[in-house]
């Protein structure tokens, strides 16, 4: 049975600071593995997808890495802003497009 | 466009009531998938749902039940609320077709179920 960690459960950074939120996964065989957003009281927003076959996913100033063999990945925020202000979660899927499975999440704060 | 619809936004039952949350996926998509996201922690999966057929199931009891309709819209129930049953309740939609294909699932705002 997968399980997904992540680690801090919440974290608070200076405004303009790269940041770095870590998941990690118990069982390797996943299709792919995605990092979500969500505000509060509000649903996910997808920020990044990484296929199994890839290393890593950029998009803007967010960078997410994959590291299959030691069931890692990482979300690196880049020059961070208040408005990153959210909670963040990692998800793995086992085949396809089927369940996710997600980790608790890390409650990201910048501050002004 | 519109994105993933659910209703209502909020809810509030007692316990052993019944309730039904519905939601409108993505338009283009056809598939419908309920997660429950209790307080402080991350989306469990209750269930998935393609061509009006249950798909794949989570682990959770059989009091909580779902429909697809033609149009793919679908609701959830549950039976016999229990106070552990109050959390956030959110629906993703996706594509069948595109299961295999690293496609990411689309979320709904949730509907918020407070048992008292």
């Known amino acids: 049975k997968q399980e997904v960690t992540q680690i801090p459960a919440a974290l608070s950074v200076p405004e303009g600071e790269n940041l770095v939120l870590n998941c990690s996964f118990t069982?390797?065989?996943?299709?792919?593995l995605q990092w979500f957003r969500q505000d509060p009281g509000k649903g996910l927003t997808s920020l990044l997808l990484i296929q199994s076959s890839q290393r890593e996913q950029t998009s803007g100033r967010l960078n997410a890495s994959l590291d299959k063999s030691s069931g890692r990945s990482t979300l690196y925020i880049a020059a961070s802003q208040p408005g990153d202000s959210a909670t963040y979660l990692c998800?793995?899927?086992?085949?396809?497009?089927?369940?996710?499975?997600f980790g608790t999440g890390t409650r990201l704060t910048i501050i002004p | 466009d519109a994105g993933v619809t659910q209703s209502p936004t909020h809810l509030i039952k007692t316990r052993g009531q019944q309730v039904t949350l519905r939601c409108s996926p993505k338009?283009?998509?056809?598939?419908v998938s309920w997660y429950q996201q209790a307080l402080g922690q991350g989306p469990q999966f209750i269930f998935q749902?393609?061509?009006?057929?249950?798909?794949q199931r989570g682990n959770f009891p059989d009091r909580f039940s779902g429909h697809q309709f033609p149009n793919y819209s679908s609701e959830l129930n549950v039976n016999a609320l229990l106070l552990g049953d109050s959390a956030l309740y959110l629906c993703?939609?996706?594509?069948?077709?595109?299961?295999?294909?690293?496609?990411?699932?689309?979320f709904g705002d949730g509907t918020r179920l407070s048992i008292l």
């Open positions: 998800a793995s899927s086992s085949f396809g497009n089927e369940k996710l499975t």
């Open positions: 749902y393609y061509e009006e057929e249950e798909r």
């Open positions: 069982d390797s065989a996943i299709y792919n």
């Open positions: 993703a939609s996706s594509s069948w077709g595109d299961r295999y294909s690293n496609q990411p699932q689309h």
């Open positions: 338009s283009g998509h056809d598939t």
